[in-house]
């Protein structure tokens, strides 16, 4: 007898017709039609079942702000960073817990159960600091929330900059943050980031930099950051999110830095929805996408998962916590859009993002945690192209959520009744 089985549901590795057991909180078996009974079963009637979403680059302290102090008007990376200036000194700890749960709220019906959240450390009241690590503890029983020490205006630009970031990683923060970028130098930068990676080499600590977020081709400062992480032993437990100055790189230089990068390990982490939205703002035509190699780095070898990044915030008017809105951005801007090319998305927004974040016991396999999403659609490319409803988000065997599936009705003569957009519509591949 076991708590629950979903079957006949199909994977993301292509098996089809699966029966997914689950006892005390652990997948038990996986396997067509499971001669067994649960206390609950559920068909999922051919729909495709998935462990749950994974966003590894997160601003949960400026989350649902838009509009305070105003609206930005430029549509820039910098003006964004000016308003979120202006919000700061006016944030109180009672403010930002509630916008932080009631995102987290969404992201929950959004299959979204793990999340590595940037928390600004420029402020040395440090209040974002006390809010995000109540949260974190708030939502720990249905959310792994991550939190990376961000000074965002700058370790060294900023007058207490490296003093704020210490201590947050003393009052419990995870990671070791950083923005060389926004240094107001280029040496300034790259100290920075020699900096951070020493301070996270004797903590013990892994770091996740926001990193070449610019148009600037010779904004390059991930190379330093992969030269620090060898130097330091780091391998494998640092990101380099956004890389968007690899965009506008000369390819000689790439054909050095993509090698480098998987020589180190790194994670990269390419934020679609934003970096699409922030870049290219000094361009009139033609207008460069902005974001990172994704396919040259996927084809060596490094890591690539997709972050959401912002929801309703000073730099990003929109966003809905689903994560497969990320990956539909991804497929157009990246033109990645074969079928092959589909799988390696949903893979970045699920188990790539798990191994950057270091999820234990993450993925569909017997003994692992029985946390897991299903979705209205069959596979991985049909759960992209319709952004695909998540029916049920189990947690630990339980259902923590349900959404009724998405289905039209229809009034034509001679026409069907309902039309269900999963269903009839794509080839079948």
């Known amino acids: 007898m076991f708590d629950l089985i979903l079957r006949n549901a199909n994977l993301p590795d292509g098996r089809k017709g699966q029966d997914i057991a689950i006892s005390a909180g652990k997948i038990a078996e996986i396997a067509p039609h499971i001669q067994a009974t649960a206390r609950e079963e559920i068909d999922a009637t051919g729909r495709l079942a998935s462990p749950p979403f994974v966003d590894p680059h997160f601003h949960m302290d400026a989350t649902l702000s838009l509009g305070l102090p105003r609206m930005n008007r430029s549509g820039t990376l ?28 969404l992201a929950v019906t959004q299959g979204l159960l793990a999340i590595r959240s940037h928390v600004d450390t420029s402020d040395p009241k440090l209040t974002t600091v006390e809010a ?11 959310i792994d929330l991550q939190l990376v020490a961000f000074p965002q205006d700058g370790y060294y630009r900023t007058p207490t900059g490296a003093q704020s970031l210490t201590r947050a990683l003393d009052m419990g923060v995870d990671i070791v943050g950083g923005i060389p970028h926004f240094e107001r130098t280029m040496a300034e930068g790259q100290a920075s980031v020699e900096a ?16 070449d977020e610019t148009d600037d081709p010779n904004s390059r400062h ?91 915030d000073p730099w990003y008017a929109m966003g809905s916590g689903d994560m497969l809105e990320v990956g539909h951005m991804a497929i157009h801007s990246a033109q ?79 026409r069907p009744s309902e039309i269900d957009p999963a269903l009839g519509f794509a080839p079948d591949y």
Not at 132 to 142: C, D, F, G, R, T
Not at 222 to 245: N, W, Y
Not at 404 to 410: D, H, K, S
Request: net charge positive.
């Open 78 to 105: 910098l003006e964004g960073i000016a308003l979120w200036g202006e919000l700061r000194p006016t944030l109180t700890i009672d403010a930002l817990v509630d916008r932080a749960l009631r995102y987290c709220d």
């Open 132 to 142: 995000m690590l109540e949260v974190k503890q708030k939502v720990k029983p249905y």
């Open 196 to 211: 951070l990676c020493r301070l996270a080499a004797d903590r013990g600590l892994p770091v996740d930099m926001h990193c």
């Open 222 to 312: 991930v190379e330093t950051l992969a030269q620090q992480t060898i130097r330091h032993g780091l391998q494998g437990r640092v990101a380099g999110s956004h890389l968007t100055s690899m965009h506008s790189m000369d390819n000689y230089y790439v054909s050095k830095l993509i090698p480098l990068i998987a020589e180190s390990q790194m994670n990269v982490i390419p934020n679609p929805l934003i970096n699409i939205m922030l870049q290219g703002r000094h361009d009139s035509y033609p207008k460069r996408r902005g974001m990172t190699r994704v396919p040259e780095l996927m084809q060596a070898g490094i890591n690539v998962s997709f972050g959401h990044d912002c929801v309703m």
């Open 336 to 414: 990645m859009s074969s079928l092959e090319d589909k799988t390696k998305i949903f893979n970045a927004l699920t188990i790539n993002s798990a191994k950057t974040m270091g999820l234990e016991n993450y993925g569909l396999e017997k003994g692992r945690n029985a946390d897991l999403i299903l979705l209205q659609a069959r596979d991985p490319a049909e759960a992209l192209r319709l952004k695909a409803t998540k029916l049920l988000v189990i947690k630990a065997g339980k259902i923590i959520a349900r959404t009724a599936p998405r289905i039209g009705a229809l009034f034509l003569e001679g």
